[in-house]
């Protein structure tokens, strides 16, 4: 079994749809199999962006499934499908965001822009794990921004995926219908700070941050 720490993981950033969300590709140095995090549209920068890294995508990865994180899932797979001739499965999140997947479209559309409805090939549960070439990435279910929210945290290179669950600063928005305050400040403290100070996270708007600074600064987790 290869050794993670002897081929690194890379990332590239592609922010996409009116909401600059952070699409993240994510790869195996050595290997160049990748994975795309929360493709929510503009698929024009994001298959530019695969074409220039050169990496070979094996599966599409969503954190939860609000419409700028997801809206552009289906068109990618397809889009990649056409190219490769080979499916690349859509995995992720949790099924209790199923209703917000099946809403994407119509979401969408009061914002003027357009983005379809997905359905994974496979719907992802707290205790699993994903895999890309060597490295591996813990699954947790951290609800409270939307109900079927999921983390991914790669521990050797002390990296998280943390879609609208936390910010540098600040926390994800809970004044939806489904919103849930509580659950999310103690998703947070409960499966997030206990990390060490030195994992670093990207999340789904603007910079990322480290465990340690949101621990020691972020007035939400006060
Ligand atoms: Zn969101």
């Not at 090939?121 to 794990?129: A, K, Q, V, Y």
């Not at 943390?162 to 998703?187: C, E, H, K, M, N």
């Amino acid at each position: 079994m290869a050794d993670p720490a002897a081929t690194r993981l890379r990332g590239a950033i592609v922010p996409v749809t009116p909401f600059q969300q952070n699409c993240a590709i994510l790869w195996d140095e050595a290997t160049k199999v990748a994975m795309v995090v929360d493709p929510g549209g503009d698929l024009d920068r994001i298959l530019d962006a695969i074409e220039q890294t050169g990496v070979t995508v094996e599966r599409i990865v969503l954190t939860h499934g609000h419409l700028d994180h997801a809206g552009g899932a289906a068109g990618l797979q397809e889009a990649l499908q056409a190219k490769t001739g080979g499916k690349v499965p859509i995995e992720g999140p949790d099924i209790r965001d199923k209703f917000l997947l099946d809403g994407i479209a119509a979401q969408a559309a009061t914002y003027g822009f357009e983005a379809r409805d997905v359905t994974p090939d496979r719907w992802l549960t707290e205790g699993e794990t994903l895999t890309l070439g060597p490295h591996t990435f813990e699954i947790l279910h951290c609800p409270g921004h939307t109900p079927g929210h999921l983390v991914f945290i790669n521990h050797a290179a002390k990296f998280a995926l943390v879609g609208d669950v936390l910010f540098q600063g600040s926390v994800g928005r809970t004044d939806f219908p489904y919103g849930d305050t509580a659950a999310l400040i103690g998703s947070i403290k409960t499966k997030l700070l206990p990390l060490d100070d030195d994992y670093a996270f990207l999340c789904g708007h603007g910079p990322g941050s480290t465990i340690g600074a949101e621990r020691a600064g972020n007035p939400f987790l006060r």
